[in-house]
């Protein structure tokens, strides 16, 4: 597995923290789904499970959007992936989803969120709420690095699944 990552820096200030930290975990998850095809994209963990690397990229996509565009900036946009018909579509609908495709999403959300974040406080709050609760561009910040942290923790295991591949 190809690995570009930076590690984060043992000191700095909270921005810089926060920031480069999210960045590892959005590296972690590239580096989990590299040199794959699109069918080892697509296996799935054991079942009753519809996990999969490649859901795992289509639904951070959707947490990017979601957090960043509707959330810190009260954009708005349509769910991805037909999650408004169906939930969890970002892992059941992979049989035939486009990794290529997901991918490009993926990382068009996450130059957003780049853009957005970078000219937010982090005490600001969200334009809009998130279950009935006002969240603050840190708090934002937070949970973005714990749900790629419990996500990559997923990948590990399906990418070892696929081809035996362990690592950080």
């Known amino acids: 597995m190809t690995d570009n990552r930076v590690p984060p820096p043992f000191i700095g200030d909270e921005r810089a923290m926060l920031n480069n930290w999210l960045e590892w975990h959005r590296g972690t998850l590239a580096v989990k789904c590299a040199g794959l095809s699109e069918e080892?994209?697509?296996e799935r963990s054991t079942p009753p499970s519809t996990m999969s690397l490649l859901g795992l990229?289509?639904?951070?996509a959707h947490v990017e959007q979601v957090w960043f565009r509707n959330v810190l900036n009260g954009e708005g946009a349509p769910r991805l992936w037909g999650k408004d018909v169906n939930?969890?579509?970002d892992f059941d609908e992979v049989d035939t989803a486009s990794a290529e495709e997901a991918f490009a999403v993926w990382q068009a959300e996450i130059e957003h969120a780049r853009e957005l974040s970078a000219g937010v406080p982090l005490d600001a709050?969200?334009?809009s709420q998130r279950h009935g609760q006002d969240c603050s561009h840190r708090w934002?910040?937070?949970h973005m690095i714990e749900e790629y942290a419990r996500?990559?923790?997923?990948?590990d295991l399906?990418?070892?699944r696929v081809d035996g591949a362990t690592g950080e």
């Open 40 to 42: 080892q994209l697509r």
């Open 87 to 89: 939930p969890d579509a």
């Open 140 to 142: 934002i910040l937070v």
């Open 151 to 155: 996500h990559n923790g997923h990948a």
């Open 125 to 127: 709050v969200g334009k």
């Open 57 to 60: 990229v289509r639904h951070m």
């Open 158 to 160: 399906l990418r070892e």
